[in-house]
Nanobody, 115 residues
Framework: QVRLVESGGGLVQAGGSLRLSCTAS????????MGWYRQAPGKQRELVAS???????AYADSVKGRFTISRDNAKNTVYLQMNSLKPEDTAVYYC?????????WGQGTQVTIST
């Protein structure tokens, strides 16, 4: 089992920036594709960005050009740099690790963007 611990959420004004971090521990051989999902009130959880062990990335269209995902394999940590934040980015952000059909999830961190 992989344990994921997130940090870095908070409250910022529109146009501001935040950096989320997520560190994995436990069964490190199961650490594979890592990424971030988010869930806003009344909405389904959606993929924000993901990154493979080799560094290939994928982004939701809504965050392209504003968010950057990166990882440090030596530290088993994935980051999400969020710039030009908008009120619609407000959500609980969840770190995830995926190995084949298995997903591990963090506890979530709240990101709130004020106008």
């Amino acid at each position: 089992q992989v344990r994921l611990v997130e940090s870095g959420g908070g409250l910022v004004q529109a146009g501001g920036s935040l950096r989320l971090s997520c560190t994995a521990s436990g069964s490190i051989f199961s650490i594979n594709v890592m990424g971030w999902y988010r869930q806003a009130p009344g909405k389904q959880r959606e993929l924000v960005a993901s990154i493979t062990r080799s560094g290939s990335t994928a982004y939701a269209d809504s965050v392209k050009g504003r968010f950057t995902i990166s990882r440090d394999n030596a530290k088993n940590t994935v980051y999400l740099q969020m710039n030009s934040l908008k009120p619609e980015d407000t959500a609980v952000y969840y770190c995830m690790n995926q190995l084949k059909a298995r997903f591990d999830w963090g506890q979530g961190t709240q990101v709130t963007i004020s106008t």
